[in-house]
């Protein structure tokens, strides 16, 4: 058993020439395969999967940018739409509210009309009435008075000045009216 | 610091054998084994030597052959093993000296650390159950590369060798005659002090963790098996909890020092570079 009091110690610090040897041989092949083949292999696989990763961000980024265009375009052609929709249906209001007003207009030419065709026939009626009438107040007049009054009456300038003057008087009733 | 923790646990390990306990203490032997392969030559092999070739072997084909299978879509492995290799990239080499002059130093810093830390781990591998770094000739070799990488890029950057030790021994700024004790300590520096600092942080760890771990381990032996006492019982079991805290710690230091070695090999190669780059 040795120890550190052994006075040997110093043994562990003084390299045996076998072991520089050997180290050495161990130094040299790992940093040869070190140096020459593993880091170069992974240093190309990292590249690789950068170059894949660059790829495809690239084409994503275009995939964006497409898939902004496209929206850019289904929104230009919704307002568009929108706009025409809109206009169509301004010119439909606009198109009703003028057959409205078309309509009213000859509804309202048509019911003048109306009104006054039937003012026309009613005064002409009235009109027909009032000679119909005249006539047949002055016969029943003239009777009535011929009754009354007896035979006084035959004569006759004497009947139609009567008849003239009960008309007179009608006519000037009616006009009171 | 490291390594007078190593020292006190060296000597308390001595300390033990001395009394009348459990025979298999481990002592400094440990780190000096007879040779066991083509003895008496200059490629004679001992046990530690034998496991830094076997755990060469497993480096190579275990690194090489997911190398070759390296996929662009990693599995797990492959994405630890990855990580491993950014991390040195940018956490060791990049972060010390910067992408543009760090890159061509990303392979050194990247064999040193999975070597370092490989070779480290074999100190809990049932087993090795010693570093493969626990003799000096390992990390003095990764010192020496060290050394010489850093002394070429520092003539390479700096126009000559010349020019380089003037801009270590005769840093501007200082009045002249301070330089008669600067500049032989800085040559001492750049050309003793930081290798050796490197090879003996290494080292030391090493031989304190193999001397902690393979003391608490042979201690649970001795009051669990060989002592065939009921009251001795506990102490065991403390002792083996103990080794299961310091083989967990062994593995966190396995890491640490493979990344110090490695962090330090680019600060030191940094530090080479002119100033005013």
Same mark, same amino acid.
């Given at each position: 058993?040795?120890?550190?009091?052994?006075?040997?110690?110093?043994? #562990?610090?003084?390299?045996?020439?076998?072991?520089?040897?050997?180290?050495?041989?161990?130094?040299?092949?790992?940093?040869?395969?070190?140096?020459?083949?593993?880091?170069?292999?992974? %240093?190309?696989?990292?590249?690789?999967?950068?170059?894949?990763?660059?790829?495809?961000?690239?084409?994503?980024?275009?995939?964006?940018?497409?898939?902004? =265009?496209?929206?850019? &375009?289904?929104? $230009?052609?919704?307002?568009?739409?929108? @706009?025409?929709?809109?206009?169509?249906?301004?010119?439909?209001?606009?198109?009703?509210?003028?057959?409205?007003?078309?309509?009213?207009?000859?509804?309202?030419?048509?019911?003048?009309?109306?009104?006054?065709?039937?003012?026309?026939?009613? =005064?002409?009626?009235?009109?027909?009435? #009032? +000679?119909?009438?005249?006539?047949? +107040?002055? !016969?029943?007049?003239?009777?009535?008075?011929?009754?009354?009054?007896?035979?006084?009456?035959?004569? $006759?300038?004497? %009947?139609? $000045?009567?008849?003239?003057?009960?008309?007179?008087?009608?006519? $000037?009733?009616?006009?009171?009216? | 610091?490291?390594?007078?923790?190593?020292?006190? @646990?060296?000597?308390?390990?001595?300390?033990?054998?001395?009394?009348?306990? *459990?025979? =298999?203490?481990?002592?400094?032997?440990?780190?000096? *084994? *007879?040779?066991?392969?083509?003895?008496?030559?200059?490629?004679?092999?001992?046990?530690?030597?034998?496991?830094?070739?076997?755990?060469? +072997? /497993?480096?190579? #084909?275990?690194?090489?052959?997911?190398?070759?299978?390296?996929?662009?879509?990693?599995?797990?492995? %492959?994405?630890?093993?990855?990580?491993?290799? =950014?991390?040195?990239?940018?956490?060791?080499?990049?972060? !010390?000296?910067?992408?543009?002059?760090?890159?061509?130093?990303?392979?050194?810093?990247?064999?040193?650390?999975? !070597?370092?830390?490989?070779?480290?781990?074999?100190?809990?591998?049932?087993?090795?159950?010693?570093?493969?770094?626990?003799?000096?000739?390992?990390?003095?070799?990764?010192?020496?590369?060290?050394?010489?990488?850093?002394?070429?890029?520092?003539?390479?950057?700096?126009?000559?060798?010349?020019?380089?030790? &003037?801009?270590?021994?005769?840093?501007?700024?200082? *009045?002249?005659p301070v330089y008669i004790l600067l500049s032989p300590i800085?040559?001492?520096?750049?050309?003793?002090?930081?290798?050796?600092?490197?090879?003996?942080?290494?080292?030391?760890?090493?031989?304190?963790?193999?001397?902690?771990?393979?003391?608490?381990?042979?201690?649970?032996?001795?009051?669990?098996?060989?002592?065939?006492?009921?009251?001795?019982?506990? /102490?065991?079991?403390?002792?083996?909890?103990?080794?299961?805290?310091?083989?967990?710690?062994?593995?966190?230091?396995?890491?640490?020092?493979?990344?110090?070695?490695?962090?330090?090999?680019?600060?030191?190669?940094?530090?080479?570079?002119?100033?005013?780059?």
């Amino acid at each position: 058993m040795t120890t550190l009091a052994d006075g040997n110690g110093i043994d #562990l610090f003084i390299p045996k020439t076998y072991d520089i040897f050997w180290s050495f041989i161990i130094l040299v092949i790992l940093a040869v395969f070190f140096y020459k083949f593993f880091l170069p292999r992974f %240093q190309k696989i990292f590249d690789e999967r950068a170059e894949k990763i660059q790829g495809g961000m690239d084409k994503a980024a275009a995939a964006e940018k497409e898939a902004e =265009e496209a929206k850019k &375009k289904y929104e $230009d052609q919704l307002t568009q739409a929108r @706009v025409q929709a809109s206009k169509i249906r301004d010119d439909a209001r606009a198109e009703a509210s003028h057959i409205i007003a078309d309509a009213r207009s000859r509804a309202e030419s048509e019911a003048a009309q109306i009104s006054a065709n039937a003012q026309r026939s009613i =005064e002409s009626e009235q009109q027909q009435a #009032l +000679v119909s009438l005249k006539g047949q +107040v002055g !016969t029943i007049s003239v009777a009535l008075a011929g009754k009354i009054l007896g035979k006084e009456l035959k004569s $006759d300038a004497v %009947q139609s $000045d009567m008849i003239d003057s009960v008309l007179g008087d009608l006519e $000037d009733e009616s006009k009171e009216d | 610091m490291t390594g007078s923790v190593g020292l006190s @646990v060296l000597t308390a390990a001595g300390g033990l054998t001395l009394a009348d306990g *459990p025979s =298999e203490l481990p002592s400094i032997d440990d780190f000096l *084994p *007879p040779e066991i392969l083509f003895q008496g030559t200059p490629f004679a092999m001992n046990r530690i030597i034998l496991i830094r070739a076997i755990m060469t +072997v /497993v480096l190579l #084909l275990v690194f090489g052959i997911t190398a070759k299978r390296a996929k662009l879509i990693p599995g797990r492995w %492959q994405g630890f093993v990855e990580w491993m290799i =950014e991390f040195v990239e940018y956490n060791v080499v990049y972060s !010390t000296m910067g992408e543009l002059r760090g890159k061509r130093y990303v392979p050194m810093c990247c064999t040193i650390f999975f !070597t370092a830390l490989c070779f480290n781990l074999c100190g809990v591998i049932p087993g090795f159950n010693i570093a493969a770094t626990a003799t000096i000739a390992m990390p003095l070799m990764f010192a020496l590369w060290t050394l010489v990488q850093y002394w070429r890029s520092g003539i390479r950057s700096n126009g000559g060798l010349g020019k380089y030790l &003037k801009k270590e021994l005769f840093p501007a700024g200082v *009045p002249w005659p301070v330089y008669i004790l600067l500049s032989p300590i800085k040559f001492l520096e750049i050309a003793v002090i930081q290798p050796g600092a490197l090879t003996l942080r290494l080292f030391a760890n090493m031989v304190s963790g193999h001397l902690t771990l393979a003391t608490a381990l042979v201690m649970t032996d001795w009051y669990i098996i060989q002592v065939h006492n009921a009251a001795m019982m506990p /102490v065991g079991i403390l002792w083996f909890l103990f080794g299961f805290l310091m083989t967990a710690f062994e593995i966190f230091i396995a890491a640490l020092q493979a990344f110090i070695f490695s962090v330090l090999t680019a600060v030191y190669i940094n530090s080479s570079y002119p100033e005013d780059e």
